[in-house]
């Protein structure tokens, strides 16, 4: 499907997390080793980062670079690779057939201070699921849909109910909700509004490093492990989680879906 990787923490350069180690996302767009669906992520990739900025001062907004071309072969990335970051969410792309490969539909999403990634798909979108969720979707979030991918309109879900006042872990159960009543997918999660990661384990799996490696003073939620550290630690499937620069937890999927009144 794609490779997803987050981290938020200390100042960092993008490059450290997302180049420079020995099993980064370049490395993983054709050798990644734990990707349940697919051989290889050749169809684009985006890095959303939050600039370091003053220390206690407010969290900017997040940058971006957007490409629908391999993460391994693309000059444009080295500009970006220096920038310091406090927080980023960065993502390379399968695109799941029928669906194009194009700039729109590489991951991470943006809208204000929000950075998201989907790995995984929703079943049946585009013969049948895909019209039952854009109707669910605000008319102005309708209106600001650039592509054609199904994350990005479980994104617009995200967003409508973030604006609704629902906290960020609400969100995206109501999203995994909707999913399931159109038929079902794959729902890897995740979200960050550089501040923490929240985040969804469903059907793709994602692994977390705390206080080591290049997130010696941070975290970082990834696809898998970009070295051998053995640090890293397989978060469980079915799982909505939280992690701030120093801690990740997690709490079963199935049980928040129950309370929001959805049999899993």
Do not use: K
């Not at 169809?43 to 997040?62: E, F, H």
């Not at 973030?162 to 995206?172: E, F, I, S, V, Y």
């Not at 979200?191 to 469903?202: A, C, F």
């Amino acid at each position: 499907m794609c490779r997803l990787l987050a981290y938020v923490g200390a100042p960092i350069t993008v490059a450290s997390v997302v180049t420079d180690p020995p099993h980064s996302l370049q490395q993983q767009v054709r050798h990644p080793r734990h990707q349940a669906v697919g051989q290889d992520n050749p169809d684009g990739y985006g890095i959303g980062w939050y600039p370091a900025g003053d220390p206690g001062g407010p969290v900017p907004l997040p940058d971006r670079l957007r490409r629908a071309r391999p993460l391994d072969l693309d000059p444009a990335v080295d500009a970006v690779l220096g920038y310091r970051a406090t927080a980023l969410l960065a993502a390379i792309r399968n695109a799941t057939p029928p669906l194009p490969v194009e700039e729109a539909g590489s991951a991470p999403f943006r809208s204000g201070p929000w950075l998201f990634a989907h790995n995984g798909s929703v079943d049946r979108f585009r013969t049948g699921a895909e019209p039952v969720l854009r109707r669910r979707l605000t008319t102005a979030r309708q209106a600001g849909i650039e592509g054609a991918s199904d994350s990005e309109v479980v994104f617009g879900l995200i967003l409508d109910a973030l604006a609704d006042g629902q906290a960020p872990g609400g969100a995206l159960v109501g999203a995994v909700a909707a999913i399931d009543e159109v038929g079902g997918g794959r729902a890897t999660f995740l979200l960050t509004d550089g501040v923490r990661i929240h985040g969804t384990v469903r059907g793709n799996g994602l692994w977390a490093l705390v206080g080591a490696g290049p997130a010696a003073d941070g975290v970082v939620v990834a696809s898998e492990p970009f070295d051998d550290d053995p640090a890293w630690t397989p978060l469980p499937e079915g799982c909505l989680l939280e992690a701030t620069p120093s801690a990740v937890t997690h709490t079963p999927l199935a049980s928040a879906l129950a309370e929001a009144g959805v049999t899993p």
